[in-house]
């Protein structure tokens, strides 16, 4: 069964850092991009970033460029997101998910998504 | 960005209704890539239509997508009780990936 699960989440004063993990099993990990997105109490979902299959590329929304850092262990199948500099606006649940890119002819950061983790919470709160 | 819009905020039908939701994009959608969500409450969303109009792995066929260029919509042929829920679109066509605000199905 093709799986994702995220852990690391937790509370954090403002200002502070945390790292998300994301274990995959079920499929090959590296023919895949992966992706953080987030979804602020009850607000609707927001893309935070992708990085390619190799790792050697990746990609971030501006609201989280230069304090977040996304990475993957390909013999690991984990994928991470060091977060750092953490304010109020970044409390959410964040979920991994598997990336589609639908051609080859496409860049890795064209892609649907089409296996999600349940989430991992994060609060930032003093 | 692209800006996704979708509507109406909530539809309020009974089961075994027709749901028909709207996501329009700011500019057009290079190939069509346009994906929709369903999200329960706690849950994580679910992948149902990719590439506009193919539905995803398991999808019952009462869903289906259409439309092209700037305007998409979802139709569920005939709302089951699990259908109750929030959607969202997605584009892929364009850097960065955005989301639609989201259209909720509730029960009348």
């Known amino acids: 069964e093709v799986q994702l699960l995220e852990s690391g989440g937790g509370l954090v004063q403002p200002g502070g850092s945390l790292r998300l993990s994301c274990e995959g099993s079920?499929?090959?990990?590296?023919?895949?991009?992966m992706s953080w997105v987030r979804q602020a109490p009850g607000k609707g979902l927001e893309w935070v970033s992708v990085?390619?299959?190799?790792?050697?590329?990746?990609f971030y929304a501006d609201s989280v460029k230069g304090r977040f850092t996304i990475s993957r262990d390909n013999s690991m199948q984990t994928l991470s997101l060091q977060m750092n500099s953490l304010g109020a606006a970044d409390t959410a649940v964040y979920y991994c998910?598997?990336?589609?890119?639908?051609?080859?002819?496409?860049?890795?950061?064209?892609?649907?998504?089409?296996?999600w983790g349940k989430g991992t919470t994060v609060t930032v709160s003093s | 960005e692209i800006v996704l819009t979708q509507s109406p905020g909530t539809l309020s039908l009974s089961p075994g209704e027709r749901a028909t939701l709207s996501c329009r994009a700011s500019?057009?959608?290079?190939?069509?890539?346009l994906a929709w969500y369903q999200q329960k409450p706690g849950q994580a969303p679910r992948l149902l239509i990719y590439?506009?109009?193919t539905r995803a792995t398991g999808i019952p066929d009462r869903f289906s997508g259409s439309g092209s260029g700037t305007d998409f919509t979802l139709t569920i042929r005939s709302l089951e009780p699990e259908d109750f829920a929030l959607y969202y679109c997605?584009?892929?066509?364009?850097?960065?990936?955005?989301f639609g605000g989201g259209t909720k199905v509730e029960i009348k």
């Open positions: 079920g499929f090959i990990f590296f023919n895949y991009a």
């Open positions: 998910a598997r990336g589609v890119i639908p051609s080859d002819l496409d860049p890795y950061y064209y892609y649907y998504m089409d296996v």
């Open positions: 590439g506009a109009s």
């Open positions: 500019q057009s959608l290079t190939s069509n890539y």
């Open positions: 990085i390619s299959g190799s790792g050697g590329s990746t």
């Open positions: 997605q584009q892929y066509g364009g850097s960065p990936l955005t």
